[in-house]
């Protein structure tokens, strides 16, 4: 049912993008939003692991420089049933962690320094179990291709304002019309992107508890 429904709102979201190219410039402009939209998913999968982990400054670890962490990721994949991902470390007092990867043969798990200083190991555990199920359930993908098209949508709309905000403009949505979209349709894609999110979160941690064994390591 989460697959099904997780479907449906990533269908939204393209049918979104779809509709705002339609509005900016007829049914040339859905055809435009769609080719640009397939341009930018293919960009993504072979590329959104390295962007992600060079963003915020992530340098991978091995068992001779971070043996706990490299340990503890080794164990809980094992017991997922996935293949070793590649670990991680930001230098970053602010507590978090990602998963990220286009399948999980090439996976990457990323934690901060601020998140195994200040969590024990059991609450450690529970957190990498939690990336491991994003990993095991190709969510680490699917986010990446939902954000990268709700930027998209963002960036048409604004498009819309310079190309369909003429009144002179019979094709475009007009100045009330390119207004609307340009406030409406990021804010949809943002919903949409919320409602994909929080479907995938209840899946990793049910999945995540399943795979730690301990389901209270998942709490706060």
């Known amino acids: 049912m ?4 997780t479907a449906m709102l990533l ?33 993504t999968y072979w590329n959104s692991d390295r962007m992600v982990l060079s963003m915020y400054g992530a ?7 971070a043996p706990e962490l490299v340990g503890l990721v080794a164990e809980l994949a094992g017991r997922a049933g996935l293949p ?17 990867g286009r399948n999980p043969e090439n996976a990457a798990v990323a934690v901060t320094t601020g998140l195994m200083h200040q969590l024990s ?3 450690l555990a529970g957190v990498i179990a939690h990336e491991l199920a994003h990993i ?3 969510d680490t993908l699917l986010m990446t291709i939902t954000a990268t098209i709700a930027g998209a949508i963002s ?4 498009f819309g304002m310079f190309f369909g905000g003429h009144r002179d403009n019979n094709n475009g949505p007009g100045i009330v019309g390119s207004i609307l979209m ?3 349709a990021p804010l949809g894609a943002m919903l949409v992107q919320m409602a994909i999110s929080r479907t995938r979160e209840y899946a990793a941690d049910n999945l995540g508890a399943r795979i730690v064994g301990q389901p209270m390591w998942l709490g706060p």
């Not at 960036?155 to 604004?158: E, F, K, P, S, Y």
């Open 155 to 158: 960036m048409l709309a604004q």
């Open 136 to 138: 095991k359930h190709h």
């Open 84 to 100: 070793m991902p590649r670990v991680f470390l930001m230098d970053e007092a602010q507590p978090n962690a990602f998963a990220t």
């Open 182 to 184: 340009m406030i409406l």
């Open 2 to 5: 989460n697959y099904l429904r």
């Open 59 to 65: 340098h991978e670890v091995d068992r001779s420089t």
């Open 121 to 123: 190991r059991e609450e």
């Open 11 to 43: 269908a939204g979201l393209t049918a979104l993008f779809m509709g705002v190219g339609y509005l900016i410039g007829g049914a040339s402009g859905a055809m435009i939003a769609l080719v640009i939209a397939a341009a930018t998913n293919l960009f």
